[in-house]
């Protein structure tokens, strides 16, 4: 899919095209691996992008299995290299923990959601009546 760019429906050309974007996440892993490369959000800027528009390829399909893969994998690094940082670096532990409860799901308390009604009955206890004695 060299050559022309496609149009988007904004009617903007398109440089990046599904073959591109695969090619990304390949880079995307292979810069993952970099001791000091943690940040998905770093990798976005080096390569100007927005972060936001890496997770928007993947629900939108763009560069298919190969970039979702990558997505994915690279998610799940950030969060192990930011694990190890914050267990085995007591200064920032405490931004390890912010970060973590940002870019993942993890949480340090169990959140509880209902749905569906309630009732509630009021039940007034005191002494009998003298009519019902």
């Keep these: 899919m060299r050559g022309k760019p496609t149009v988007n429906p904004r009617g903007c050309p398109r440089t990046w095209t599904d073959e591109r974007v695969a090619d990304?996440?390949?880079?995307?892993?292979?810069w993952m691996k970099?001791?000091?490369n943690f940040w998905l959000a770093d990798f976005a800027e080096e390569h100007e992008l927005w972060v936001q528009r890496l997770s928007e390829w993947v629900k939108e399909g763009r560069g298919g299995e190969v970039f979702a893969d990558?997505?994915?994998?690279?998610?799940?690094?950030?969060?192990?290299?930011?694990?190890k940082q914050g267990l085995l670096d007591g200064k920032s532990s405490q931004m390890a923990i912010f970060l973590l409860k940002n870019v993942s799901d993890m949480t340090d308390r169990r959140e509880v959601s209902h749905s569906g009604g309630v009732?509630?009955?009021?039940?007034?206890?005191?002494?009998?009546?003298?009519d019902n004695a």
Aim: without cysteine.
């Design 24 to 30: 990304l996440g390949k880079k995307l892993l292979a």
């Design 34 to 36: 970099g001791e000091h």
């Design 70 to 83: 990558a997505y994915k994998r690279a998610k799940s690094i950030q969060q192990s290299k930011l694990i």
């Design 119 to 130: 009732s509630v009955e009021i039940v007034t206890l005191g002494a009998p009546d003298e």
